[in-house]
């Protein structure tokens, strides 16, 4: 099967699975205890990988813009840059990485799991749908609580920014703290969150979409789920693209 084939399967298969879960988003019964456990699987415990990826990301931009910036006498501009590379780009784009990784691979390996195992057939043996107990609860959970990660990465690379500014490049907090906000318009903080919501319905419908259409096989579940990382990885960089392009031409310019 060629690579051309393949993507174009999976873009149909995304979009069918996509229909289908519009179609019996609105329909009961309504399942919020499942949506509430993905929320809590999803969002409460992916919290200390991203406080460890927020932080390094917080240290490595201040050395970074600091120390270049110094070199020119600009070193009060170091907040600013910091300010617009973490809302815009950086805060939402390795937060939605990190969690392809720890969310989708594991998400992928659960469905994969129970379709080997027959557990899905046995679901719609007895008369229930899968898109409503496996796939809506996994989606809602990841659009959910994604958005809310990314935020918290923002806050904590602030933090640890701000702090080797102060210990590193004698920039007092006071003078980082304006600087970071001071310039921050409310577009530039929202076009990075809306980009998360976008990342986050990606990750899932893709590990949603490998995990449902998994062979038989327990060869398979290791397959779809690293097809399911590299799948949400890649379409991540493109809409990350797509949506910085048209948030340039509508507003950001």
Known sequence: MTLIHQTLQFIFGV?????????????????LRLTLNQIYEIGYKSWPIIFVTAASTGLVLSLQFGFTLEKYGLKMYTPRLISIALFREIAPVFTAFVLAGRVGAGMTAEISSMKV?????????????PIKLIVIPRVLGSVLSIPFLTLFSCAISYVFSA?????????????????FFNKVLLLDFLSGFTKTFVFAYLIAISACYFGMSAS?????????TTLAVVSSSIMIVISDFVLTWIFFLLWLK
Do not use: C
């Open 216 to 224: 038989q096989k327990k060869e398979g579940v290791g397959e779809v």
């Open 117 to 129: 195992t027959q557990q899905i057939d046995a679901i719609r043996a007895l008369g229930s749908s």
């Open 15 to 31: 979009s069918i699975l996509t229909k289908n879960i519009w179609v019996e988003l609105w329909s009961k019964p309504f399942h």
């Open 163 to 179: 702090l080797t500014s102060v210990y590193q490049l004698d920039i007092s907090i006071g003078m980082f703290t304006s600087r």
